[in-house]
């Protein structure tokens, strides 16, 4: 339960409904997002995949939390996303539902720091705040005022600096970029 509104563990029979969600919501052309990068080849973190049911729409909301590894140092983070709404079913709370059962599975789960692409006024609602510039990067571009961040526990984010990947992947500088220009790719 997420107060009012019931969350449920994501099962393999919503996977279907949850793609089709993800494309009301986005559009079909979601997958190009860099954001996207950070989920191919990488599996959900079991526990905080969630949904919520609607018997008019069927699957009304959805969210998902991916593992992260940032710098040299491989520092742990979660990845918050995708966060979807039913259209039908939007401003009735059920994203700030998802959001603040899932970090509370995240944060009882050990996890310290949750990172995310998306508009701070509605994310500051359950605690994001705009990462400082420069400290993380994506493997692809993102607008710095969309980068956002929430410590699970304090200071998590203290040190963390770097590429954040998919965990056990490798980090490589693509050459010949133009002078200033970093560029990255994933073995």
Same mark, same amino acid.
């Given at each position: 339960?997420?107060?009012?509104?019931?969350?449920?563990?994501?099962?393999?029979?919503?996977?279907?409904?949850?793609?089709?969600?993800l494309d009301l919501a986005f559009g079909s052309d979601r997958r190009s997002k860099t954001s996207y990068r950070l989920r191919e080849g990488n599996s959900a973190v079991p526990g905080l995949s969630l949904v919520t049911r609607d018997t008019?729409?069927?699957?009304?909301?959805?969210?998902?939390?991916?593992? /992260? &590894?940032?710098?040299?140092?491989? $520092?742990?983070?979660?990845?918050?996303?995708? +966060? %979807? #709404?039913?259209?039908?079913?939007? =401003?009735?709370?059920?994203?700030?539902?998802?959001?603040?059962?899932?970090?509370?599975?995240?944060?009882?789960?050990?996890?310290?720091?949750?990172?995310?692409?998306?508009?701070?006024?509605?994310?500051?609602?359950?605690?994001?705040?705009?990462?400082?510039?420069?400290?993380?990067?994506?493997?692809?571009?993102?607008?710095?005022?969309?980068?956002?961040?929430?410590?699970?526990?304090?200071?998590? /984010? &203290?040190?963390?600096?770097?590429? $954040?990947?998919?965990?056990?992947?490798?980090? +490589? %500088? #693509?050459?010949?970029?133009?002078? =200033?220009?970093?560029?990255?790719?994933?073995?």
């Amino acid at each position: 339960m997420c107060g009012p509104i019931a969350c449920d563990d994501t099962t393999p029979n919503d996977l279907q409904s949850v793609e089709h969600l993800l494309d009301l919501a986005f559009g079909s052309d979601r997958r190009s997002k860099t954001s996207y990068r950070l989920r191919e080849g990488n599996s959900a973190v079991p526990g905080l995949s969630l949904v919520t049911r609607d018997t008019g729409v069927g699957l009304s909301g959805t969210i998902s939390f991916w593992p /992260l &590894a940032i710098g040299a140092t491989q $520092a742990p983070a979660l990845l918050l996303g995708p +966060l %979807a #709404v039913h259209p039908d079913r939007q =401003g009735l709370g059920l994203g700030i539902a998802l959001m603040q059962e899932g970090l509370a599975r995240a944060k009882a789960q050990g996890h310290g720091l949750v990172l995310l692409v998306g508009d701070e006024p509605y994310y500051a609602k359950v605690g994001f705040a705009k990462l400082p510039e420069g400290l993380i990067s994506l493997p692809g571009p993102v607008d710095p005022r969309r980068f956002l961040y929430v410590e699970l526990t304090p200071g998590a /984010l &203290a040190g963390v600096t770097g590429l $954040a990947q998919v965990p056990g992947s490798m980090a +490589l %500088a #693509v050459p010949h970029a133009s002078k =200033g220009e970093q560029k990255h790719c994933e073995a």
